[in-house]
């Protein structure tokens, strides 16, 4: 069964730590995984993208690797701030017969930021 | 750019009664998709439209039906709606043959039926 787990499920950080995000995925066939950024109150928003190919892809202070041979990602976030307080979403794609994607996501990580 | 537009961002319902989640997006994006998100569960796929005129059920679409209106616009109604309905409700567009376009998602409807 095509699952995506992330963990842990919350995590409190004070401003300026860092802290790493993990997934674990068992989609098949793997086309790519994602991460996404959801604040309270709004859709998820992009941060990386990387194909089985690639082992680590930054945005600013979000970094994200993979390990296509244990299925794992995880998401390194430096220097936490208040604005990076939201839920973490990793979605891994996989192709179909069609030639289209399906979309399997993970139930995310809540992050809370203090000050 | 306004991206993906959802309407409306809030509505309350009582059991049985029936309404029609709006959709549009302005990326000119050929696939678009019905997601709900309930507390402790990932998205969920309710249908989705790989191009203009077709549509295909996701993992949960009884209790649902869509209408891709034309390329912009993919509506969800509810026909006759019940409390496990309650939920928020996303819509998301991309260019989905590409592997590498992300899924644009809209700020979501949140949908209580009592």
């Known amino acids: 069964k095509n699952q995506v787990e992330q963990s842990p499920q919350s995590l409190i950080i004070l401003e300026g730590k860092n802290c790493t995000l993990q997934?674990?995925?068992?989609?098949?066939?793997?086309?790519?995984l994602r991460w996404y950024k959801q604040d309270t109150g709004r859709g998820p928003v992009s941060l990386t993208i990387m194909t089985f190919s690639e082992n680590t892809k930054s945005n600013g202070r979000y970094t994200a690797t993979l390990d296509a041979d244990t299925k794992q990602s995880s998401l390194h976030i430096t220097a936490s701030q208040l604005s990076d307080s939201a839920s973490y979403i990793c979605?891994?794609?996989?192709?179909?017969?069609?030639?289209?994607?399906?979309?399997?996501f993970g139930t995310g990580t809540r992050l809370k930021v203090l000050a | 750019n306004a991206g993906v537009t959802q309407t409306p961002k809030f509505q309350v319902l009582k059991t049985g009664q029936s309404m029609t989640l709006q959709c549009a997006q302005d990326m000119n994006h050929n696939s678009m998709y019905w997601y709900r998100q309930d507390p402790g569960m990932g998205l969920r796929l309710i249908y989705y439209s790989a191009s203009e005129g077709t549509t295909d059920k996701g993992e949960v679409p009884n209790g649902y039906n869509v209408s891709r209106l034309n390329k912009r616009e993919f509506s969800l109604r509810l026909e006759s709606a019940a409390p496990s309905q309650t939920s928020v409700y996303f819509c998301a567009s991309n260019s989905d043959r590409v592997v590498s376009q992300p899924q644009h998602f809209g700020d979501g409807t949140r949908l209580s039926i009592l």
């Open positions: 979605v891994v794609s996989g192709s179909t017969t069609s030639g289209t994607y399906k979309y399997i």
């Open positions: 997934c674990n995925y068992t989609v098949s066939p793997f086309s790519n």
